[in-house]
């Protein structure tokens, strides 16, 4: 019995021996794994530092390349714009003068004729008067010629003059008289008439007789009014009407004659 016993307890001394043994192996093989992930972890930073810096220096190389090439390409690109610009604008100067030089004839035609040719009028009696509606659309010119008056005029250095005599204005002959149809405006009592004239006179003194005055030639008149800077002048129906027209002699060297005009009409 002592001699089993003995043998059991050698064998299971041996037994916890191994099992010691096969625990220790075990718990070391972790270690050098740990120390081979750690160098394979240096080893990875270690190429990935290598690496980045050569990234780094890949991409300043780049950049360095690409800044070198814009800065270049600008100024060949600015070289090349300044001579196409100088080349252009040269052209252009050289051709603009020769372009211009070649129409002053036309516009010195052009010039000559917008320019009205200007003529003297020399009038060596009284001239026509016209007179017209300023109310119409339709221009319907009532045309007026002297009667009696005394004109003069310069015939080279010297000065000639006529006179003319007539009847007074409310002794005319109805059926030769010149007679003006006064129309209807909302029933006014007057309409704007306009006197105009090749050398408008500088004053128009406008007398005024009723009809019923006809063929008395010493009647009154019903008014006098004189028109100097504005020739419009008032006209109503059933009238007997005398313009006296007057150039001023204080404009006979100037004008070249002088005078005073008498214009007699009716209206109706």
């Known amino acids: 019995m002592k001699k089993g016993s003995s043998v059991f307890a050698a064998a299971l001394l041996l037994s916890l021996s191994l099992t010691a043994a ?8 972790p270690a050098e794994s740990s120390e081979v992930e750690s160098q394979n972890l240096s080893g990875s930073a270690g190429e990935t530092e290598t690496n980045s810096g050569t990234g780094s220096e890949t991409e300043a190389s780049s950049e360095t390349g690409s800044a070198t ?3 270049a390409s600008s100024e060949t690109g600015s070289t090349t714009e300044a001579e196409a610009s100088s080349e252009t604008g040269s052209e252009t100067e050289t051709e603009a003068p020769s372009e211009f030089e070649s129409e002053p004839a ?7 004729a917008t320019e009205a040719p ?3 009028v020399l009038l060596t009696g009284p001239p026509e008067i016209t007179l017209s509606d300023s109310l119409s659309s339709a221009y319907a010119p009532f045309t007026l010629r002297s ?17 003319a005599c007539g009847s007074a204005p409310p002794d005319m002959d109805p059926e030769q008289a010149a007679t003006l149809d006064v129309p209807d405006y909302n029933r006014l ?4 008439y306009l006197l105009s004239c090749v050398i408008p006179p500088d004053r128009v003194l406008l007398r005024e007789w009723d009809i019923q005055d006809l063929g008395s030639p010493d009647a009154e008149p019903l008014s006098e009014t004189e028109y100097s800077e504005t020739l419009f002048m008032e006209l109503k129906k059933d009238r007997i009407y005398e313009l006296v027209a007057t150039w001023e002699e204080e404009k006979l060297e100037e004008r070249s004659f002088c ?9 109706e």
């Open 69 to 71: 090439e814009t800065e």
């Open 147 to 163: 009667g009696t008056g005394e004109w003069s005029w310069m015939d080279g250095d010297e000065v000639t003059s006529s006179i």
């Open 106 to 112: 036309p516009a010195a035609s052009a010039a000559a």
């Open 118 to 120: 200007h003529v003297d």
């Open 189 to 192: 009592d007057s309409v704007p």
């Open 259 to 267: 005078g005073e005009a008498s214009y007699p009409f009716l209206t």
């Open 22 to 29: 096969c625990s220790g192996r075990t718990a070391a093989q």
